[in-house]
């Protein structure tokens, strides 16, 4: 089955879906992403994803294209055209066609979308079970790293990296020699007293929806959450380790460099939180499949 993409109001075969060679996207990475997890049919926490859009296009002075209700019916069907009920949904809105100049151009050029839909087949059961290791990176990205922007070579450099030395993810650590998020994943420790700690909202990090929903959830039954900054050395000596994103959920971290967390193998807590996650998950794709019946 052919899949199906969304581009500036018309649904296409996946091959066939292209944008115009000066959008500003191409040319300058002038635009703003999001992934949304898709179980059962039904968007995770799409309100807050739809939050995150309109605040990135806000930050960078691009228009919604559409109202909020409008785009929740393009993913909704894209997802049924591609036919599949456990996956993610793409989003890219770009500041739109014009004339290849730096500045803004004209306010009526029209922003450019662009939405894909694909499934995703489950976390394998050995990163579940043995967790991940990670490596560190000096991180040099721009300073506006809550903007979900496609300007992402910084993080294509150090996921790259992190390849070549057989890991999944790299830590970035900023000047200071503080961990601020992975590649493309928000990074979390469990310290010594057994709470979670992970970086707070700030410019230096995308505030993740997993991470979001992970704290709202850990809160909730009674875990002690810090938001706060952690050294690489703390990390090293951490109890537990993971990292959360909308495509690696809850994942065990269990090597950071050279040095391997407790005994190598995923902690008790993260095993509890990833299954907290996912029961969430479930739920929200139950009552939402519920809801749209």
Not at 110 to 132: C, L, N, W
Not at 175 to 182: A, L, R, W
Request: include cysteine; charge should be positive.
């Amino acid at each position: 089955m052919s899949r199906i993409a969304y581009v500036n109001g018309r649904y296409l075969p996946h091959g066939a879906a292209s944008v115009h060679v000066e959008d500003r996207g191409y040319q300058f990475a002038d635009g703003v992403y999001e992934v949304i997890a898709v179980r059962g049919g039904v968007l995770i926490d799409g309100d807050w994803h739809m939050g995150r859009l309109q605040r990135s296009l806000s930050e960078l002075q691009i228009r919604m294209p559409m109202s909020p209700a409008a785009l929740n019916v393009i993913f909704r069907e894209t997802v049924r055209r591609n036919r599949f009920k456990d996956g993610i949904v793409y989003i890219q809105i770009s500041r739109g066609v014009a004339r290849r100049d730096h500045p803004f151009p004209n306010p009526e050029v029209r922003p450019a979308v662009v939405v894909t839909a694909r499934r995703t087949p489950p976390q394998s059961a050995k990163v579940i079970e043995e967790g991940i290791a990670v490596i560190t990176q000096p991180d040099i990205r721009w300073e506006r790293c809550d903007i979900k922007a496609i300007a992402l070579l910084p993080n294509v450099l150090v996921k790259q990296a992190a390849r070549e030395q057989g890991a999944v993810e790299a830590w970035q650590v900023d000047g200071d020699g503080f961990v601020t998020e992975g590649g493309s994943t928000n990074a979390w420790i469990i310290n010594a007293d057994g709470h979670l700690v992970t970086r707070p909202v700030e410019n230096a990090i995308l505030n993740g929806i997993t991470r979001r929903r992970l704290i709202a959830l850990a809160k909730s039954h009674g875990l002690k959450v810090e938001e706060r900054p952690f050294s690489l050395e703390e990390a090293k000596s951490a109890r537990e380790a993971f990292l959360t994103s909308t495509t690696s959920l809850v994942t065990a971290v269990v090597k950071i460099d050279d040095t391997v967390l407790a005994n190598g193998r995923p902690g008790s807590k993260t095993v509890a939180l990833r299954q907290l996650y996912m029961d969430f998950m479930s739920e929200t794709a139950i009552s939402g499949a519920t809801s749209q019946v």
